[in-house]
């Protein structure tokens, strides 16, 4: 039996549902899948070298991967031959400049003699700046389901995507890059709490990938090895974490996924050709992946 890992970095659980549905889907194909979730403390890594297929997964975080995730790869990634290797990434738009998110890993991977299978973007709601609707939710939802299922197909018939970067993506992927780093470390202890709200309940000590938050008298401080994923604003109970600069930003209360998609009285489809707005410029990611989904399931008819 074929085993794979996958590494994925999780703040808000976007990227956690897509690996978790991956796994099902290539567990369907004969693999042994195991995951492992990418946060502080680093400790008892599952080595590469004992698997046959490496997954790659993160959140797109202003054009880039989180720099936790990147280094520990770097650090934990043995030199091979030819060994398959596969990245996800989600993101709450489908802009053309989370193509080159990707950049270094690729680098990485090609310096380090590993063959790249994909690169596949999958679309989930934003965690930041603003709720996206329920029936978009649904729709990302079952949209990136029926993409696990693409994934792990071609994963299993070993087959080959290339992803074009163009040159003045990776510019500004890269230029975003250092001030996003930076930023999150300098916006992370201007982080705090509204203490008439506040629980004192810890979730936010848990969620926090970076083990960024302490608690003090009581009540949760921030530091500054923050990675902004915006998990402890998302699911605090009480909407009681202002987190600094942004604040204004946040986004309170998580995507009841599941509830949704069992759900009929919430539209399966929020994207279609009727689409104006912003939304409108989603149009193109649900054509084109649907393709792959249909070409996948043998039921696309070429017109």
């Given at each position: 039996?074929?085993?794979?890992?996958?590494?994925?970095?999780?703040?808000?659980?976007?990227?956690?549902?897509?690996?978790?549905?991956?796994?099902?889907?290539?567990?369907?194909?004969?693999?042994?899948?195991?995951?492992?979730?990418?946060?502080?403390?680093?400790?008892?890594?599952?080595?590469?070298?004992?698997?046959?297929?490496?997954?790659?997964?993160?959140?797109?975080?202003?054009?880039?991967?989180?720099?936790?995730?990147?280094?520990?790869?770097?650090?934990?990634?043995?030199?091979?031959?030819?060994?398959?290797?596969?990245?996800?990434?989600?993101?709450?738009?489908?802009?053309?400049?989370?193509?080159?998110?990707?950049?270094?890993?690729?680098?990485?991977?090609?310096?380090?003699?590993?063959?790249?299978?994909?690169?596949?973007?999958?679309?989930?709601?934003?965690?930041?700046?603003?709720?996206?609707?329920?029936?978009?939710?649904?729709?990302?939802?079952?949209?990136?389901?029926?993409?696990?299922?693409?994934?792990?197909?071609?994963?299993?018939?070993?087959?080959?995507?290339?992803?074009?970067?163009?040159?003045?993506?990776?510019?500004?992927?890269?230029?975003?890059?250092?001030?996003?780093?930076?930023?999150?470390?300098?916006?992370?202890?201007?982080?705090?709490?509204?203490?008439?709200?506040?629980?004192?309940?810890?979730?936010?000590?848990?969620?926090?990938?970076?083990?960024?938050?302490?608690?003090k008298n009581g009540?949760?401080?921030?530091?500054?090895?923050?990675?902004?994923?915006?998990?402890?604003?998302?699911?605090?109970?009480?909407?009681?974490?202002?987190?600094?600069?942004?604040?204004?930003?946040?986004?309170?209360?998580?995507?009841?996924?599941?509830?949704?998609?069992?759900?009929?009285?919430?539209p399966s489809?929020?994207?279609?050709?009727?689409?104006?707005?912003?939304?409108?410029?989603?149009?193109?990611?649900?054509?084109?992946?649907?393709?792959?989904?249909?070409?996948?399931?043998?039921?696309?008819?070429?017109?």
């Amino acid at each position: 039996m074929p085993r794979a890992i996958i590494y994925f970095y999780s703040g808000t659980n976007n990227t956690a549902i897509a690996a978790q549905m991956i796994q099902s889907e290539l567990q369907n194909k004969g693999y042994e899948v195991d995951l492992f979730q990418i946060r502080k403390p680093l400790d008892k890594i599952p080595a590469p070298i004992s698997y046959d297929v490496l997954g790659l997964g993160y959140p797109i975080h202003a054009f880039n991967p989180p720099q936790l995730f990147l280094s520990t790869i770097k650090r934990i990634l043995p030199t091979a031959h030819n060994k398959p290797v596969f990245i996800f990434k989600t993101a709450g738009e489908p802009f053309c400049l989370n193509n080159a998110s990707s950049w270094s890993l690729m680098r990485l991977l090609k310096k380090r003699g590993y063959q790249l299978l994909m690169d596949t973007h999958l679309l989930m709601p934003y965690n930041i700046l603003f709720r996206y609707p329920f029936a978009l939710a649904k729709q990302m939802y079952v949209h990136t389901r029926k993409m696990a299922m693409v994934i792990a197909n071609d994963i299993a018939n070993n087959k080959v995507t290339k992803r074009k970067i163009y040159p003045w993506t990776w510019l500004v992927m890269i230029t975003i890059r250092y001030v996003l780093y930076w930023g999150a470390r300098i916006n992370g202890p201007f982080f705090h709490v509204k203490k008439d709200r506040c629980l004192q309940c810890g979730l936010c000590q848990k969620l926090c990938p970076s083990s960024n938050i302490k608690f003090k008298n009581g009540y949760p401080r921030f530091f500054f090895d923050c990675s902004m994923c915006m998990a402890c604003t998302m699911y605090c109970p009480t909407d009681a974490i202002r987190p600094g600069v942004i604040s204004w930003m946040r986004v309170s209360g998580g995507y009841p996924f599941q509830e949704l998609h069992n759900d009929p009285q919430v539209p399966s489809e929020y994207i279609n050709k009727k689409t104006k707005g912003y939304f409108k410029s989603f149009r193109s990611y649900y054509e084109k992946t649907q393709k792959l989904i249909d070409d996948s399931t043998g039921n696309y008819i070429q017109r």
